[in-house]
């Protein structure tokens, strides 16, 4: 997919008045929005970089190929109810990454609780460096500000929970087939449904401050793909209508207050059999790509109460930590 250098404000207006999938013509638009018909034109000549399929036609005007549906903060806080307290939300049109602005923010002492949403994600990350893909309104990709009290050697696992928080929301919306996949992706059959990406800062001592940034697909087009170098899912396909978006989001939201709440209690060690029962690679034969280029193969036993994988290997079991290590099934 085609990444754009910048959003216009512009454009993103235009495709407002577009998000009902209805034709509106270049002259009505411009005058809606106070511009010229020529600055409309412009605006809307790379929609295509978003994901988006533009229908142009003569005397009828523009039309995209499907409705749009934007995020909004008042249907997203319906869902929260009281748990809406802890959180500050922030949804913005355009971010290179959540996950780096949230995490300059936490540096200048934001609240535990900042939630910065975007619509589209230009340099959206994945873990070990993997471009994160999706078009606009096809996902949902945020970043959640944490804070806690003990320092970085006690938030072993964190990732692991979080794929726990994000599992029970999607039992909550009716989406059941799924899988966890050590040590940060959610599956749905064969497919990555949503991947998860924690950065840190603070001392061994405390305290310290985790962005947890979350990828969910909600739709995922034939060119996205395409360009994917591995078998992804989304919701769509597990019947979850575009418009649920929100509410989605909402319920996201809630249940991930809650397990960072249980994590700061407890820990993962509280989690770890909850997120056993989901293990899609137990007693499965994997093989793990390590730092320095190696691989190993081995049977996955399971997790440990700090969530490090253990395998056993032919010189018997060995447990990981998740660092740089990738994990494919053989």
Wanted: aromatic content about 6%; some cysteine; overall charge positive.
């Amino acid at each position: 997919m085609k990444r754009a250098a910048k959003e216009t404000p512009l454009t993103f207006a235009l495709l407002r008045l577009l998000a009902d999938g209805a034709f509106h013509s270049g002259q009505t638009m411009a005058t809606h929005l106070g511009t010229s018909r020529a600055s409309v034109h412009n605006a809307l000549r790379e929609v295509g970089m978003y994901g988006l399929d533009l229908h142009r036609v003569r005397g009828r005007g523009y039309r995209l190929a499907r409705p749009l549906h934007w995020l909004d903060e008042a249907l997203i806080k319906q869902q929260l109810d009281a748990a809406g307290a802890a959180v500050q939300l922030e949804i913005v049109g355009h971010a290179s990454s959540t996950n780096a602005m949230l995490l300059q923010r936490a540096a200048l002492g934001a609240a535990s609780g900042s939630v910065l949403a975007a619509e589209w994600q230009s340099a959206g990350r994945g873990r070990l460096g993997r471009a994160w893909r999706a078009g606009l309104g096809d996902a949902l990709t945020f970043s959640l500000l944490w804070r806690f009290d003990g320092g970085l050697g006690r938030l072993s696992g964190l990732s692991l929970a979080v794929g726990v928080a994000v599992l029970r929301a999607l039992d909550e919306i009716g989406v059941h087939d799924t899988g966890l996949k050590w040590p940060n992706d959610i599956l749905l059959g064969a497919g990555k449904l949503a991947g998860i990406l924690l950065e840190a800062q603070g001392d061994m001592l405390g305290p310290s401050a985790v962005v947890i940034g979350v990828g969910l697909n909600l739709r995922v087009s034939a060119s996205a793909r395409a360009a994917i170098d591995q078998p992804v899912s989304d919701l769509a396909t597990a019947g979850v209508a575009a418009e649920a978006r929100n509410r989605v989001f909402g319920i996201l939201l809630i249940h991930l207050l809650r397990v960072m709440e249980e994590f700061a209690a407890r820990g993962f060690a509280a989690l770890r059999e909850e997120w056993e029962a989901h293990h899609a690679f137990r007693q499965h034969e994997i093989k793990l790509s390590l730092p320095d280029g190696t691989g190993i193969v081995g049977r996955v036993c399971g997790v440990t109460d700090e969530g490090a994988l253990r395998v056993q290997t032919v010189t018997g079991e060995r447990v990981f930590h998740a660092g740089e290590i990738s994990l494919r099934g053989v």
